[in-house]
């Protein structure tokens, strides 16, 4: 007989031994989904997660890793402190998408005047779409006490459309000979957001993500806010007692995750991606969330967990092109990853005995 | 009959079609609620019935195996969920989101060698002279089965629900389950139980998309059909005949924006296809308002994770 024995306190030890315990098993699953798929398991693992950071062209690659792990580190962060509280923004996706629009529309709105001025006002205009996508699910909780799980995840729908939309119709090229999608804000200095050092793949992007995991850090550990914000999760009602008005807690979370994701949105379509088209999300919203879950909900963790992240996306890319895997196999791994890591954190929660009487 | 280039006849039939996927998965899903396990990741169980409905349709030739195994691949994802959440007693909200993510990625890789095949015709049945019933013959009596299928679920779940002695043990395991417990009833199979039917019926409805609405299979067609019916599920107030109202109000949007798409007026196509997820917003939120202060409808304990301590 196998008894669980619920923990006074969630275990530090197996608090940060999951995640790597999920990774581990991820990848001997994987093996296994490769395997079955007609690849030589050792060699796709390989060619995802040593090929990139330490194989022949690993230089070229280590940049491309924080290009892709910016956007997800930027948007878990914000995300983090909404689970935290128990507040499900689990709609980035769209605020990413409309973060990227209006970042994008400020931009094209004054091409092709050059100006220092322009890319602060996308950043800007950026932040405050992401915010105002946020705001609407925060705002019909509040107000009407619709879930904002649902609210949010509906709104990624809606901003998809938006996003096919101002590629075809306001913010097409006038220039492009008919084919949808936007100018290329790469073609446009003051707009673009161009690697700060050459071949490192740090753009302003990655500062903002560093500075989002900084910022959250010193909020949840040093600051009172933070304080409440966790409270309100473990405990709901002590925090009610405790003067914390969940209204506001809920209109920050949500703005909060909505601003960053808004802001990844932005830099990505200044930067890396160039354009609006209506194939801009790719799904950076969805993955920041298992980044989240996967780094802790903790900043550093987070850092460590959007590298890793990354890892898996252009690993992806080269087992693609060189093993012929096909792309939605990353998709699956991401989602085991997930699968693992909330399974094995029982052993966070509780004890396992072997054995034993009932009522010992 | 048509009103603004509409013909209302046709887009009623229609109507049918467009609402019998999120109908199957939203009453599946409201048995599990019902149980007291919130499972997110209808959205995953339904394109993983896709995918699963549409390769055994192809393979054997047979739209009816197809479905058979649409519900088998929806009903497996469930298990998984309720593995994770019920013996592993992970958070559901998480565990549902890692249901989809997965989902959406397996399905695209099975469905790979799939795309541009046409699956076998599901049949409509003949109602004889039924079916040349003027408006009524149309609307009513020119479907599959599938879609009459549906309708007795709705039926069947509200007969069980209310006048069984099993569903009244399922309600109880959803509104108290330290109390069921107690009284010697075994909660994780009931929710087990209660979590494979979901994901059956939802699967199902993923089936009926690739085999009959679309019918093709293409990477992520499901495109939020899994959220709405969760949302319809807020939406009838966890009543299975109210979920047949809302299943059809969505369906009748959707079928209404896609006409207005044909109809040829001056609006984007984007911004009518955005409808029914604004529609869902602003219905959840209404619902969601009326109940704020009332009675609470939703199962006493939904999402809640449970642990017999003894």
């Given at each position: 007989?196998?008894?669980l024995i619920a923990r006074p306190a969630p275990s530090r030890f197996w608090l940060w031994a999951t995640p790597v315990l999920a990774v581990l098993a991820t990848m001997v699953a994987g093996a296994v989904l490769f395997a079955a798929l007609g690849t030589d398991p050792l060699e796709a693992l390989k060619v995802i997660f040593w090929d990139p950071l330490l194989g022949a062209n690993a230089g070229y690659f280590r940049g491309q890793l924080l290009i892709k792990a910016g956007p997800l580190m930027l948007i878990a962060a914000g995300l983090a402190v909404g689970f935290r509280a128990g507040i499900w923004n689990i709609g980035?996706?769209?605020?990413?998408?409309?973060?990227?629009?209006?970042?994008?529309?400020?931009?094209?709105?004054?091409?092709?005047?050059?100006?220092?001025?322009?890319?602060?006002?996308?950043?800007?205009?950026?932040?405050?779409?992401?915010?105002?996508?946020?705001?609407?699910?925060?705002?019909?909780?509040?107000?009407?006490?619709?879930?904002?799980?649902?609210?949010?995840?509906?709104?990624?729908?809606?901003?998809?459309?938006?996003?096919?939309?101002?590629?075809?119709?306001?913010?097409?090229?006038?220039?492009?000979?008919?084919?949808?999608?936007?100018?290329?804000?790469?073609?446009?200095?003051?707009?673009?957001?161009?690697?700060?050092?050459?071949?490192?793949?740090?753009?302003?992007?990655?500062?903002?993500?560093?500075?989002?995991?900084?910022?959250?850090?010193?909020?949840?550990?040093?600051?009172?806010?933070?304080?409440?914000?966790?409270?309100?999760?473990?405990?709901?009602?002590?925090?009610?007692?405790?003067?914390?008005?969940?209204?506001?807690?809920?209109?920050?979370?949500?703005?909060?995750?909505?601003?960053?994701?808004?802001?990844?949105?932005?830099?990505?379509?200044?930067?890396?991606?160039?354009?609006?088209?209506?194939?801009?999300?790719?799904?950076?919203?969805?993955?920041?969330?298992?980044?989240?879950?996967?780094?802790?909900?903790?900043?550093?963790?987070?850092?460590?967990?959007?590298?890793?992240?990354?890892?898996?996306?252009?690993?992806?890319?080269?087992?693609?092109?060189?093993?012929?895997?096909?792309?939605?196999?990353?998709?699956?791994?991401?989602?085991?990853?997930?699968?693992?890591?909330?399974?094995?954190?029982?052993?966070?929660?509780?004890?396992?005995?072997?054995?034993?009487?009932?009522?010992? | 009959?048509?009103?603004?280039?509409?013909?209302?006849?046709?887009?009623?039939?229609?109507?049918?079609?467009?609402?019998?996927?999120?109908?199957?998965?939203?009453?599946?899903?409201?048995?599990?609620?019902?149980?007291?396990?919130?499972?997110?990741?209808?959205?995953?169980?339904?394109?993983?019935?896709?995918?699963?409905?549409?390769?055994?349709?192809?393979?054997?030739?047979?739209?009816?195996?197809?479905?058979?195994?649409?519900?088998?691949?929806?009903?497996?994802?469930?298990?998984?969920?309720?593995?994770?959440?019920?013996?592993?007693?992970?958070?559901?909200?998480?565990?549902?989101?890692?249901?989809?993510?997965?989902?959406?990625?397996?399905?695209?890789?099975?469905?790979?060698?799939?795309?541009?095949?046409?699956?076998?015709?599901?049949?409509?049945?003949?109602?004889?002279?039924?079916?040349?019933?003027?408006?009524?013959?149309?609307?009513?009596?020119?479907?599959?089965?599938?879609?009459?299928?549906?309708?007795?679920?709705?039926?069947?779940?509200?007969?069980?629900?209310?006048?069984?002695?099993?569903?009244?043990?399922?309600?109880?395991?959803?509104?108290?389950?330290?109390?069921?417990?107690?009284?010697?009833?075994?909660?994780?199979?009931?929710?087990?139980?209660?979590?494979?039917?979901?994901?059956?019926?939802?699967?199902?409805?993923?089936?009926?998309?690739?085999?009959?609405?679309?019918?093709?299979?293409?990477?992520?067609?499901?495109?939020?059909?899994?959220?709405?019916?969760?949302?319809?599920?807020?939406?009838?107030?966890?009543?299975?005949?109210?979920?047949?109202?809302?299943?059809?109000?969505?369906?009748?949007?959707?079928?209404?924006?896609?006409?207005?798409?044909?109809?040829?007026?001056?609006?984007?196509?984007?911004?009518?296809?955005?409808?029914?997820?604004?529609?869902?917003?602003?219905?959840?939120?209404?619902?969601?308002?009326?109940?704020?202060?009332?009675?609470?409808?939703?199962?006493?304990?939904?999402?809640?994770?449970?642990?017999?301590?003894?």
């Amino acid at each position: 007989m196998i008894r669980l024995i619920a923990r006074p306190a969630p275990s530090r030890f197996w608090l940060w031994a999951t995640p790597v315990l999920a990774v581990l098993a991820t990848m001997v699953a994987g093996a296994v989904l490769f395997a079955a798929l007609g690849t030589d398991p050792l060699e796709a693992l390989k060619v995802i997660f040593w090929d990139p950071l330490l194989g022949a062209n690993a230089g070229y690659f280590r940049g491309q890793l924080l290009i892709k792990a910016g956007p997800l580190m930027l948007i878990a962060a914000g995300l983090a402190v909404g689970f935290r509280a128990g507040i499900w923004n689990i709609g980035a996706e769209g605020q990413y998408i409309v973060g990227a629009i209006c970042g994008a529309a400020v931009g094209l709105a004054v091409y092709p005047a050059e100006s220092v001025l322009i890319f602060p006002a996308m950043v800007v205009a950026g932040a405050l779409g992401g915010w105002a996508w946020g705001m609407i699910p925060a705002l019909l909780k509040n107000r009407f006490g619709a879930s904002e799980i649902l609210v949010s995840l509906m709104l990624v729908y809606v901003a998809q459309n938006l996003l096919a939309w101002a590629a075809f119709g306001p913010l097409k090229n006038p220039a492009g000979f008919g084919f949808p999608g936007s100018r290329n804000l790469q073609q446009y200095p003051s707009a673009h957001n161009g690697e700060l050092i050459a071949g490192s793949g740090l753009h302003w992007g990655g500062v903002a993500a560093l500075a989002a995991l900084v910022g959250t850090y010193v909020l949840m550990s040093r600051h009172i806010a933070g304080f409440r914000i966790q409270v309100a999760g473990d405990a709901p009602k002590a925090a009610r007692f405790a003067g914390v008005a969940p209204a506001r807690l809920v209109a920050f979370c949500l703005g909060l995750s909505g601003a960053l994701a808004g802001l990844a949105g932005m830099f990505e379509v200044a930067g890396p991606s160039g354009q609006i088209t209506d194939a801009f999300g790719a799904g950076y919203g969805f993955t920041a969330i298992i980044v989240a879950f996967l780094g802790r909900l903790n900043p550093i963790g987070i850092l460590l967990a959007g590298l890793l992240m990354a890892l898996t996306y252009i690993g992806g890319d080269m087992a693609q092109l060189m093993l012929r895997l096909p792309a939605a196999a990353i998709q699956v791994f991401q989602g085991m990853l997930l699968f693992f890591l909330l399974g094995f954190d029982l052993l966070t929660n509780y004890q396992v005995r072997f054995g034993g009487r009932v009522g010992a | 009959m048509t009103l603004g280039g509409i013909d209302l006849v046709a887009l009623a039939a229609m109507l049918m079609v467009a609402s019998t996927p999120i109908l199957l998965a939203a009453i599946g899903e409201l048995i599990a609620e019902k149980a007291g396990v919130l499972n997110l990741g209808v959205e995953g169980m339904m394109i993983m019935g896709a995918i699963g409905a549409f390769a055994g349709a192809v393979i054997t030739g047979s739209p009816a195996a197809g479905f058979a195994f649409g519900a088998l691949a929806g009903a497996g994802m469930a298990l998984i969920f309720g593995f994770l959440t019920q013996v592993l007693l992970s958070n559901q909200v998480a565990t549902g989101l890692a249901l989809t993510l997965f989902g959406l990625g397996l399905s695209a890789l099975f469905g790979k060698g799939f795309e541009g095949v046409r699956p076998p015709a599901t049949e409509k049945l003949d109602f004889g002279a039924l079916a040349d019933l003027p408006v009524l013959g149309p609307v009513l009596f020119r479907h599959d089965w599938v879609v009459y299928f549906s309708l007795a679920m709705v039926v069947a779940v509200w007969l069980f629900l209310h006048f069984s002695r099993s569903g009244l043990i399922l309600r109880a395991v959803g509104e108290n389950h330290e109390a069921a417990h107690a009284l010697g009833y075994r909660v994780v199979a009931v929710r087990m139980a209660a979590l494979a039917f979901g994901g059956a019926l939802a699967g199902m409805g993923g089936a009926y998309l690739s085999l009959v609405r679309v019918p093709q299979w293409t990477e992520g067609m499901t495109a939020g059909a899994g959220w709405i019916a969760l949302a319809i599920v807020v939406f009838a107030s966890w009543r299975v005949e109210r979920v047949l109202l809302g299943a059809y109000l969505f369906g009748g949007v959707t079928v209404l924006q896609l006409r207005l798409q044909a109809a040829g007026y001056a609006i984007p196509v984007q911004l009518l296809s955005m409808a029914p997820y604004v529609i869902t917003i602003i219905v959840l939120v209404i619902i969601s308002a009326r109940h704020r202060h009332g009675a609470q409808a939703a199962p006493a304990a939904l999402g809640k994770t449970f642990h017999a301590s003894r």
